[in-house]
């Protein structure tokens, strides 16, 4: 079991940048592979970034392939998401995703946090 809690959403201008943590409960935080999925009202959650648990694999979408980074640091338990040169269109509900594998976690991961928002404006 691990329980996710997201931080670091918000307003921010087009072409700006916002730093999202997902810090998670447990002590087995470097056995999952972690990611992070966003939904925009109307549309499908879409998987964003994941990256495995030693950290040494990461896969994006292309859309945000060059702009987000995504990052973990076991000893804090918390995975990052550096999101660079945003765009209107990058406006959703951003949530962390935890699973015990990597390709699993990008289709349909066992863990979820809440979500933070992220809204950027045009």
């Known amino acids: 079991q691990v329980q996710l809690v997201e931080s670091g959403g918000g307003l921010v201008q087009a072409g700006g940048s916002l730093r999202l943590s997902c810090a998670a409960s447990g002590r087995t935080f470097s056995t999952y592979a972690l990611g992070w999925f966003r939904q925009a009202p109307g549309n499908e959650r879409e998987f964003v970034a994941a990256?495995?648990?030693?950290?040494?694999?990461?896969d994006y979408a292309d859309s945000v392939k060059g702009r987000f980074t995504i990052s973990r640091d076991n000893a804090k338990n918390t995975v990052y998401l550096q999101m660079n040169s945003l765009k209107p269109e990058d406006t959703a509900v951003y949530l962390c995703?935890?699973?015990?594998?990597?390709?699993?976690?990008?289709?349909?991961?066992?863990?979820w946090g809440q979500g933070t928002q992220v809204t950027v404006s045009s």
């Open positions: 990256i495995s648990r030693s950290g040494s694999n990461s």
């Open positions: 995703a935890a699973d015990s594998d990597l390709y699993t976690l990008m289709e349909d991961p066992d863990y």
